[in-house]
DNA sequence: TTATTAATCTACTGGGTTTGTAGACTTTAA
DNA sequence: TTAAAGTCTACAAACCCAGTAGATTAATAA
């Protein structure tokens, strides 16, 4: 299951992505109009923009916007900066790799390769997911 | 993730498909060969009884077995049984619906589908990763 | 019948993570 | 220069995971 913050930050990501190129974005607006506690969401966006997801502008007049088009931004990086590891184990991670401490031996678990092919998928899929498809599904089902 | 309970889950099913039809095996044998703490295995082991999985025996060479064949336990069972969800979101999940407190409009939501989609793949795949196959692929890679 | 073995059940606990809050500080535009 | 808005540090409540303790029940062997 995806965290709380996984799932805020996808709904600041798609309400930004509805924004993009309309300047910055209030955090209140955000918070608001999506429901997320403020503060919670201010250590949301800071570290997107921190990854280079987004940008902000300080002071009046000031707020966050995309940085990257809605096309380029996918699920999978967006999961990964949130909440970590795609992999249902540890061992079988791409960019959080840990041993499995309950495996005596890696190269002859059974186990893994089920795993590794969940993995493959779910990377296929999510990363082929963006903002920009999200916001298009959107439109079509508000019609 | 999986929680450490899954996995132990998975590693004492797997360890106990190995001795299919060979009696009980103690709790003792499993924790000790698997390195899983005897206590937190007890209640995994019930768990799995409660569910149909395992069978037990009381009293002198007790212990548990498995119930079903190692063909027909897949890992959609035992991580349902274990960790709940299989899907990403709660309001994707096929057993574990919940709304989702942070959309306004279920039916509008532009994000639903990307993770329909994952929870689909992750079922099509894990449902036909059984302990059989796992057993298989174990020996193979002993080789 | 009794002793022993091993599973069953209930309750509890420590620690870590997640979620969320408070408040001072900095930057910018008008 | 003042008000608006993001930045940063610290903290705290709530929850859950992982693991422990100990009494109870059931089965077997002697």
Redesign the interface.
Known sequence: ??S?KC??A??AL?YLAERYQQGPVHIQDIAEK???PKKFLEAILLEMRNAKILHSKKGKGGGYYLYKKPEDVN?IEIIRLMD??I????CVSLNYYEP???CRDE?????R??FT??RD??LK??SK?TLA???????E??K
Chains 1, 2 share one sequence.
Not at 87 to 90: F, I, K, N
């Open positions: 299951m995806l709380k799932k805020y996808i709904h798609v999506q429901r997320i699920m970590g590891a992999a249902m184990l540890p499995c401490e309950e190269k002859t678990c059974g186990i390769d089920a092919g969940v998928e779910t899929l999510l997911s498809h999200m916001l298009k599904r959107q439109k089902l508000n």
